[in-house]
């Protein structure tokens, strides 16, 4: 009796010490998961397919979310717990951004800083989402953990289960991770700046000038080199100054979070964000986009520096430095589409306006900011094509590609082409311009839409127009922003438009932003039944691309017979936008990662910045803009706006692949014409394609769109497209530069 005795006390301490160590197992702190290899790591994973299969049992969230009831937990914890948490992550996730949005709304309208209550409140809902957010990521490291636990499934069904689960705590757990102070200090500083940029007047001759849009305005319209200069050195000292201290600050407060989400530095969590698939290196990619385009790059870029000397003279512009920043006709040197007329003459004898004023201490021959080579963030030496295409050099009269019957730029258009009245130039009727107003604005959105509604897109809800900003004389006047932008207020039906027009001499200049902001709208309106963890998009740079892909189609004429200068004059406005904008986006993210890095210093800002335009982009200033008064990086909004800008490289590089995916599903593969000619008006087969990877949200990886987008042809970020559509442009640049006797490079 005893002996049995002693062996059921030594059973229950034995179950008892079992206990225990399950307990302890159970409860004790999960390592991080970001440095497992990718065979472990739940960060690295992405689905390959939209999460689309029904929830049975949580009626709380639409049915697109994918179902985890069925999952084996190996007893540690329920299936039901982990489905409840992910119910109520996004319950409070779509309150907590629909706060944030009717908050950052309010301080766009009104300018926070003049109005306390708003500032106020815009801290508060940006700290409170921060603060939600930290908490939320420390409890999905600890689901990430249990995930790790769990036996490689074996079923098909269990498999795409565990990749979803994967996705939603990788969504979850990614990027920068503020505290409740930083994002306090981070919403303080960005309205800040964010205020300085959008309240900028400036006078000259009495005349005032309100913001970006009027001041980009001067510089697209005007041939004065002497208003230009003042406008862009205005521009820049109006805003430099106050920024730089307030960007310096941004920049630490940013890495601060960077770093305790497990990244070196802001710029490597933006890049992450991007996932151009595993293992990609963003750098890399930037590199090799740069290297491609750049014989294209050089051609236009002579063509542009030739058109300018021819009006303003050799005195402002040489024949083989780099361009002046202030003549490219625009704030940044990114789009140089109002050059079209200067480098296309009407007239083959213009001549410079000889009552121009020349500038006797511009010294475009001698740049102030040369290149250096050392600098460490250039880029890829490896790489078989280096970006500084020194020194410069003649064309090369064997080169292969040449088209041997070009066309010449004089000749008369087909006479029984017709012009899209919407879209397209007529070269004998001049530059369309609109007036200023707010109907303008309307109506040049509604232009946009009705070609989004030709391919079955639905039409834009009614709060799109009753709520939005369209010009500067609807809401908001006084000090609106009006910075183009859309936003998703997190309510059904809510999107809302910030667009003022006014200040867009050239129809054709506001159309494309208003395919870009529509694009930005779809987006929202078809994901909007998704989860809140999914209602963004695979990447931002997708959210770019979509507008720019329909203002692509729409740009095409319906009717394949355009050519001669028509076609010309059509390509070559598409190449002095895109190009110049790569290679701008290119100059200021790799600044900018710079700078985050800290290989970059404050007092170096503005050398840094010059010597990498001039790399990049083979611009200069028009007068020393020394480091230690000057910032002019502040003259771009996303920098104020601490906005990410890469993303802006990859859509105007990936829209060209979509755009060739999207022709061949409608027309077959091969094309029956050339991709620069393909028709896609009122194409419900594109406009299929598009809404279903756009319904989809960040549900799927920007992979996977790619694929489905581009036919299955590929993943990556391929320029051939963009280079194919330019070909015809291409051939003439080259003739053209052969017979001007141009000199490539700077």
Request: with cysteine.
């Amino acid at each position: 009796m005893v002996e049995q005795r002693g062996v059921w006390c030594l059973s229950v301490m034995v179950l008892l010490l079992l206990v225990v160590v399950e307990v302890n197992q159970a409860t004790r702190p999960l390592p991080s998961t970001r440095h497992l290899s990718p065979a472990r790591s739940l960060i690295s994973t992405r689905p390959l397919t939209p999460a689309t299969r029904p929830l049975p049992s949580t009626r709380h969230l639409p049915s697109t979310f994918p179902a985890l009831e069925g999952v084996s937990w190996g007893g540690r914890v329920e299936g039901g717990l982990f489905t409840s948490w992910l119910a109520e992550y996004n319950r409070e996730l779509e309150l907590l951004r629909r706060r944030s949005a009717v908050a950052l709304w309010a301080s766009l309208v009104t300018p926070a800083p003049a109005d306390h209550h708003v500032t106020t409140r815009l801290q508060h809902t940006q700290a409170a989402l921060a603060g939600w957010q930290l908490r939320k990521v420390k409890e999905a490291d600890t689901l990430q953990g249990l995930l790790l636990q769990l036996p490689v499934p074996l079923k098909e069904g269990e498999i795409q289960t565990q990749q979803e689960e994967r996705h939603m705590l990788h969504l979850i757990t990614r990027g920068p991770r503020y505290t409740h102070r930083q994002a306090r200090i981070l919403t303080t500083l960005v309205t800040e700046m964010r205020y300085i940029y959008s309240t900028v007047t400036l006078t000259h001759d009495n005349v005032t000038y309100r913001g970006e849009a009027e001041v980009n305005g001067v510089m697209r319209s005007s041939r004065d080199p002497a208003l230009l200069l003042w406008a862009w050195e205005a521009w820049r000292d109006a805003l430099g100054p106050p920024i730089r201290p307030l960007f310096t600050q941004t920049s630490r407060v940013s890495n601060a979070a960077a770093k305790r989400g497990g990244y070196r530095d802001m710029g490597e969590a933006w890049r992450a964000e991007l996932e151009l698939g595993e293992g990609v290196d963003v750098r890399s990619v930037v590199a090799r986009v740069c290297d491609q385009l750049m014989p294209l790059y050089r051609l236009l870029h002579a063509h542009a520096r030739h058109a300018l000397q021819r009006h303003y003279g050799s005195q402002l512009v040489s024949s083989s430095g780099p361009l002046p920043a202030h003549l490219l006709g625009d704030l940044w040197g990114q789009d140089w589409s109002s050059l079209l007329d200067l480098i296309i003459l009407d007239n083959p004898t213009h001549k410079p306006n000889p009552t121009h004023e020349i500038n006797p201490t511009h010294e475009s021959d001698n740049p102030t900011h040369e290149f250096n080579p050392n600098l460490p963030h250039k880029i890829n030496p490896n790489l078989p094509h280096k970006i500084n295409p020194t020194p410069t050099h003649k064309i090369n009269p064997t080169h292969k590609s040449v088209n041997p019957n070009p066309t010449p730029i004089h000749e008369a258009a087909n006479p029984t082409h017709k012009i899209n009245p919407i879209h397209e130039f007529n070269p004998t009727q001049g530059t369309r311009r609109v007036q200023s107003g707010y109907g303008t604005t309307r109506a040049v959105v509604k232009e946009a839409e009705r070609f989004f509604e030709g391919l079955g897109f639905p039409s834009l809800p009614g709060r799109v127009w009753t709520s939005s900003v369209l010009g500067r004389k609807g809401r908001g006047e006084a000090g609106t922003s009006c910075h183009p932008r859309a936003l998703d207020m997190f309510t059904p039906g809510d999107y809302r438009l910030m667009l003022c027009l006014d200040g867009e001499v050239e129809k054709d200049n506001s159309l494309p932003i208003a395919y870009h902001e529509l694009g930005h709208i779809h987006y929202f309106h078809s994901y909007s039944k998704q989860p809140a963890i999914f209602r963004d998009g695979a990447n931002s740079a997708l959210h770019e691309t979509i507008g720019d892909t329909v203002q692509l189609a729409a740009s095409t004429p319906v009717y394949n017979t355009e050519g001669g200068v028509v076609e010309i004059r059509r390509l070559l406005k598409v190449a002095l936008k895109k190009l110049p904008l790569i290679t701008f986006a290119a100059a200021l993210e790799t600044w900018r990662w710079a700078v985050l890095e800290g290989t970059v210093s404050e007092w170096e800002y503005n050398r840094a910045w010059w010597e990498l335009r001039g790399s990049y982009q083979g611009v200069s200033p028009p007068t020393p803009r020394p480091n230690h008064t000057h910032f002019d990086p502040a003259s771009k909004f996303h920098i104020s706006d601490n906005t990410p800008y890469i993303r802006y490289l990859v859509a105007a590089v990936s829209q060209f692949q979509v755009h060739r995916g999207l022709c061949e599903r409608t027309h077959g593969r091969p094309l029956p014409t050339p991709l620069h000619a393909c028709p896609l008006a009122h194409s419900h087969a594109a406009g299929t394609t598009l809404r279903r990877v756009m319904s989809a949200g960040s549900s799927a990886s920007w992979q996977w769109v790619m694929r489905e987008l581009t036919g299955g042809a590929t993943a990556i970020l391929d320029v051939k497209p963009l280079l194919d559509y330019l070909d015809p442009l291409t051939n003439w640049l080259q003739h053209k530069a052969l017979t001007d006797n141009l000199t490539l490079g700077w």
